[in-house]
C-alpha cells in the first residue's frame, strides 16, 4: 500500500462517515432490518463461526494469546532463523490484529454512540453519539476491526489473491448491518482504523529491504 492510496482512502472515509452520521446511517440500518432480515440467520451463523475460531486462537498460553504466540515466533525464526525478509509479514499481522482490537475498544468507550437497536426499540434524537446508558458502544464495530485486521494485511501482501482474502472480512462486517449490529459509518470507521494500521506497521516491511539489499 503506497502513501497515495492511504491518503486517498483517508480523504475520501471523512467526508463520507460524517455523510453516513449526520444523514443516512439510520434510514440504511432501519432498510437493513426491515429488508434484509431474511439473511440475518446466514450472517449470525457466519459470525458465530468466525468468533469460535478467533476465540480459540486468544486462548492464552505462557500467558499470551495463541495466535499472538504463534506470529511471534514465526517471525521471529523466519526473519532471523532463516533469514527469510517476507517473515516481516507475520510481525506486521501480529501488530496490525493487535492493536486494531485494542483502539477499536478505546474508541468505544470514548465515542459512546448508541447501537441501531436503540432506534429500532423506539428512535432517538440526533446521531447517537457520546450518549449515556447501554447500548451505547457501536462505533467503531469491533467485529470488523478483529476480521479486517487479520486478512487486509495478507491482501495488500498477495494482491493475487486480494479477493478470496477479503470475502470473510467482507461478509462479517456486512453481517453486522444485517444483524443490525452497527451502522455502515461503524464498520467503515473500523476498516479506515485497520487500513491506517496496515499502513503504518507496513512500513516495517520497507524498512528491512535496504538492509536486505546491502547484503
Same mark, same amino acid.
Given at each position: 500500500?503506497?502513501?497515495?492510496? &492511504?491518503?486517498? &482512502?483517508?480523504?475520501?472515509?471523512?467526508?463520507?462517515?460524517?455523510?453516513?452520521?449526520? =444523514?443516512?446511517?439510520?434510514?440504511?440500518?432501519?432498510?437493513?432490518?426491515?429488508?434484509?432480515?431474511?439473511?440475518?440467520?446466514?450472517?449470525?451463523?457466519?459470525?458465530?463461526?468466525?468468533?469460535?475460531?478467533? !476465540?480459540?486462537?486468544?486462548?492464552?498460553?505462557?500467558?499470551?494469546?495463541?495466535?499472538?504466540?504463534?506470529?511471534?515466533?514465526?517471525?521471529?525464526?523466519?526473519?532471523?532463523?532463516?533469514?527469510?525478509?517476507?517473515?516481516?509479514?507475520?510481525?506486521?499481522?501480529?501488530?496490525?490484529?493487535?492493536?486494531?482490537?485494542?483502539?477499536? !475498544?478505546?474508541?468505544?468507550?470514548?465515542?459512546?454512540?448508541?447501537?441501531?437497536?436503540?432506534?429500532?426499540?423506539?428512535?432517538?434524537?440526533?446521531?447517537?453519539?457520546?450518549?449515556?446508558?447501554?447500548? !451505547?458502544?457501536? =462505533?467503531?464495530?469491533?467485529?470488523?476491526?478483529?476480521? =479486517?485486521?487479520?486478512?487486509?494485511?495478507?491482501?495488500?501482501?498477495?494482491?493475487?489473491?486480494?479477493?478470496?482474502?477479503?470475502?470473510?472480512?467482507?461478509?462479517?462486517?456486512?453481517?453486522?448491518?444485517?444483524?443490525?449490529?452497527?451502522?455502515?459509518?461503524?464498520?467503515?470507521?473500523?476498516?479506515?482504523?485497520?487500513?491506517?494500521?496496515?499502513?503504518?506497521?507496513?512500513?516495517?516491511?520497507?524498512?528491512?529491504?535496504?538492509?536486505?539489499?546491502?547484503?
Amino acid at each position: 500500500m503506497t502513501l497515495r492510496q &492511504f491518503l486517498a &482512502f483517508s480523504t475520501l472515509t471523512l467526508p463520507f462517515c460524517a455523510l453516513l452520521i449526520l =444523514f443516512l446511517d439510520q434510514p440504511l440500518a432501519l432498510f437493513a432490518q426491515q429488508q434484509l432480515s431474511w439473511a440475518a440467520q446466514f450472517f449470525s451463523s457466519i459470525t458465530a463461526a468466525a468468533d469460535a475460531v478467533h !476465540n480459540a486462537l486468544m486462548v492464552h498460553v505462557v500467558g499470551i494469546p495463541i495466535i499472538f504466540l504463534a506470529l511471534g515466533l514465526a517471525f521471529a525464526i523466519g526473519r532471523y532463523a532463516l533469514k527469510r525478509r517476507g517473515a516481516t509479514l507475520f510481525l506486521i499481522l501480529l501488530l496490525t490484529h493487535e492493536c486494531s482490537m485494542v483502539l477499536a !475498544n478505546v474508541l468505544k468507550g470514548a465515542v459512546h454512540r448508541l447501537r441501531p437497536e436503540v432506534q429500532f426499540a423506539g428512535g432517538y434524537p440526533g446521531t447517537g453519539l457520546w450518549a449515556v446508558g447501554p447500548h !451505547n458502544d457501536s =462505533f467503531p464495530s469491533y467485529h470488523t476491526a478483529v476480521y =479486517f485486521s487479520l486478512f487486509l494485511p495478507l491482501a495488500v501482501a498477495f494482491p493475487r489473491w486480494r479477493v478470496p482474502l477479503l470475502v470473510l472480512p467482507g461478509l462479517i462486517g456486512l453481517g453486522r448491518l444485517v444483524l443490525g449490529a452497527h451502522y455502515l459509518s461503524d464498520v467503515w470507521a473500523s476498516l479506515w482504523l485497520v487500513v491506517a494500521l496496515t499502513f503504518l506497521f507496513g512500513r516495517l516491511d520497507q524498512a528491512t529491504r535496504p538492509a536486505e539489499l546491502a547484503v
